[in-house]
């Protein structure tokens, strides 16, 4: 075990997701002394998706009385890790992985800032934000708006499928096994997929511009099969474009580097905090 240091990350898990298959990688940096937390996102919750039972769940139901869960929900899950870190004067990377980047961005609240901070005479704050195969979002856009047609067409990616209510219903990935665990031994890959969850459409827009506030890297996955190697590549120079302070890695993973590269990505992790230190 590592002497522990005062870097914490907080990891904002990707939709359909719980944090189970993040498990190892928080561990693996608590292994090195790096305190490592991943909240639960309302959005992928099935508990609060009205599926019935959570064991068994109905996805062909009508939504929540109050509608399903939106961004907003995801970063108060994320604030309410965040926020107790930061107060104890921890230096905090936040770190998202694929539409947990939204989630990463929109949680990254300007008093929460290690450099805002600092000049209040405080301790702690967030030093950066780490996007692994992660979704770079616009300022005023939504997950969905982004990724959308702008003709008002709606395409469903060949990852996921709608139930019942369509678009605005719940959504579910297909063929996990591929898409998302590609690179993991099949049996392993198919215990992992049967833990997925589901998810509604996306639609709450970025209001936080952090990109242009803090140090952000961006680690591509080059085997990717959800979100393809070039697509990511145009949003790390989205990203680059938007801050001045930017850093690109890349790793061999597919969609899960987490499982597949969870040491690589640990080192990672560490290196680009240790280069927003040294700045």
Same mark, same amino acid.
């Given at each position: 075990?590592?002497? *522990? ?13 719980? +944090? ?13 002394? /790096?305190?490592?937390?991943? +909240? ?16 068994? +769940? ?53 008093? =929460? ?23 770079? /979002? ?18 469903? +990616? ?93 790793? *061999? ?5 987490? =499982? ?15 280069? /927003?230190?040294?700045?």
């Amino acid at each position: 075990m590592a002497p *522990p240091s005062n870097l914490a990350v907080v990891l904002c898990h990707g939709s359909y997701h719980t +944090p189970a298959p993040y498990g190892p990688l928080l561990e693996a940096l608590q292994a090195r002394g /790096i305190a490592a937390h991943c +909240p639960q996102l309302p959005t992928a919750d099935l508990a609060k998706l009205n599926v019935g039972d959570v064991q068994n +769940p109905d996805f062909d139901r009508e939504p929540p009385a109050g509608g399903y869960p939106q961004g907003e929900e995801d970063t108060e899950a994320v604030l309410g890790v965040l926020k107790p870190l930061v107060e104890a004067g921890k230096e905090v990377l936040l770190v998202g992985h694929s539409s947990g980047g939204w989630v990463a961005t929109q949680a990254a609240q300007h008093d =929460l800032q290690a450099k805002v901070r600092k000049s209040k005479g405080l301790a702690g704050g967030v030093i950066g934000i780490l996007y692994a195969g992660a979704f770079v /979002i616009p300022v005023g856009e939504s997950i969905h708006s982004f990724f959308q047609p702008k003709d008002g067409t709606f395409v469903t +990616p060949p990852f996921m499928k709608f139930h019942k209510h369509g678009a605005a219903g719940l959504g579910t990935i297909v063929n996990a096994e591929q898409f998302l665990f590609n690179d993991l031994d099949a049996a392993v890959a198919k215990e992992w997929a049967a833990g997925l969850t589901a998810s509604p459409i996306l639609t709450t827009k970025l209001t936080n511009d952090a990109y242009s506030a803090l140090p952000c890297g961006y680690l591509v996955l080059d085997g990717d099969l959800t979100l393809p190697r070039e697509y990511q590549l145009g949003m790390a120079s989205l990203l680059s474009s938007k801050t001045g302070s930017s850093s690109i890695y890349h790793c *061999p993973a597919g969609h899960s580097p987490h =499982l597949s590269w969870t040491e690589g990505m640990v080192d990672t992790i560490r290196t680009f905090a240790e280069g /927003i230190k040294a700045e």
